[in-house]
């Protein structure tokens, strides 16, 4: 008797590496990050402590239009040379950052 295996898709979700460049509504925690040269609005509320947050210069990964972890630079771009070599996952990642807008 043979078995046949289970095959699951699993769809992924990527958090992508950016630099805050400036805050841009500092009462929504909106900012606007550098993401591979793409400049978008995200919202840095969920990185907010109780001695500041994220500001200028600083990186942080993205998913959905919320910074949801602060990262050093170095593993900012060990991140972003990963998702490169994902290749189509990471492309598709960027032109829906690059669709979306918050104001």
Same mark, same amino acid.
């Given at each position: 008797?043979?078995?046949?295996?289970? =095959?699951?898709? =699993?769809?992924?979700?990527?958090?992508?590496?950016?630099?805050?460049?400036?805050?841009?509504?500092?009462?929504?925690?909106?900012?606007?990050?550098?993401?591979?040269? =793409?400049?978008?609005?995200?919202?840095?509320?969920?990185?907010?402590?109780? $001695?500041?947050?994220?500001?200028?210069?600083?990186?942080?990964?993205?998913?959905?239009?919320?910074?949801i972890s602060?990262?050093?630079?170095?593993?900012?771009?060990a991140t972003h040379d990963?998702?490169?070599?994902?290749?189509? $996952?990471?492309?598709?990642?960027?032109?829906?950052?690059?669709?979306?807008?918050?104001?």
């Open positions: 008797m043979h078995r046949r295996a289970a =095959v699951t898709t =699993v769809a992924v979700c990527l958090a992508i590496p950016g630099q805050v460049v400036e805050i841009v509504d500092d009462e929504n925690r909106l900012a606007k990050v550098d993401v591979a040269g =793409v400049r978008r609005t995200v919202n840095i509320g969920l990185l907010d402590v109780e $001695d500041g947050g994220v500001g200028p210069g600083d990186w942080v990964l993205i998913h959905v239009g919320f910074a602060q990262v050093d630079e170095d593993e900012a771009k990963l998702l490169v070599r994902m290749g189509a $996952d990471y492309e598709l990642e960027l032109e829906e950052l690059k669709a979306s807008v918050i104001e």
